[in-house]
């Protein structure tokens, strides 16, 4: 017998992403709501309506809405995940959505294997649940961010920014005190019922690690997003790291 489009969909669940396929949602109790529907919104028109010739990197795709969103645009896109499941989700809305996807099963800090710079990378939802958070951004400057880069992670703490200095006597110890200084709170059992949530920053920390890593901030359309822009400065990444390299002692 063959499988209808809500039995496809059943046996790929659970769903992250809330999509449209064949008139179906995928996640409807979605605790977010119409997620990422409703986030996309937020942001979108800093992405160009018409990508016609320009190539896209979607990382860790899950069930493919911004890659999709990209290729309905005229992209070229190609996407990863290191979730075999959240690939085939992607691989069923994609079909079902006319466009074409291609997909990688392939994490993070594997991007050098892709052998190409891309025009957009995308780099929504990941950067938290990474236990080398730096390193996988430096990895993206140094092999497949080639002109802008979409960024988002979750924060917490404070949302302000104050100007640091740029060096601090040994002595020095109130200024780690501040709220507003860059903060990486690390998690090391579950937050929000999510083992794989490592290191939540807060706004300071994302906008300096983005600078530290060769990252310029053209635009922060809503909390949590960036579009940034590659500087050809690697900033303070050592260049056994920028390269993917282990450091030997």
Not at 6 to 30: E, V
Request: net charge negative; hydrophobic share 40%.
């Amino acid at each position: 017998m063959t499988d209808t489009l809500a039995d496809r969909i059943r046996d790929l669940g659970p769903w992250f992403h809330n999509l449209r396929i064949g008139g179906q949602q995928t996640a409807p109790d979605h605790p977010l709501g119409d997620y990422p529907s409703f986030k996309w919104q937020g942001f979108r028109h800093v992405v160009p309506d018409d990508l016609s010739g320009r190539t896209v990197l979607d990382i860790g795709c899950n069930a493919g809405f911004y890659a999709i969103e990209m290729a309905r645009r005229g992209a070229q896109v190609t996407a990863i995940d290191s979730d075999p499941r959240y690939l085939a989700q992607a691989r069923l809305a994609a079909d079902a959505a006319g466009v074409d996807v291609d997909l990688h099963h392939m994490d993070v800090y594997q991007v050098a294997q892709l052998g190409r710079r891309f025009d957009l990378v995308i780099f929504m939802g990941v950067f938290y649940h990474l236990r080398h958070p730096l390193l996988a951004l430096d990895l993206l400057h140094a092999h497949v961010v080639g002109d802008q880069m979409l960024f988002q992670s979750m924060q917490r703490g404070s949302p302000d920014v104050v100007p640091v200095a740029q060096d601090h006597p040994f002595a020095e110890w109130q200024v780690f005190d501040a709220p507003t200084w860059p903060r990486l709170h690390f998690v090391e059992h579950s937050y929000a019922q999510d083992p794989t949530n490592w290191f939540v920053p807060n706004r300071a920390a994302v906008e300096a690690l983005l600078r530290s890593a060769g990252f310029a901030i053209d635009r922060h359309p809503e909390p949590e997003v960036y579009l940034c822009s590659r500087t050809p400065d690697a900033g303070h990444a050592p260049p056994d790291l920028a390269s993917g390299q282990a450091q030997r002692r």
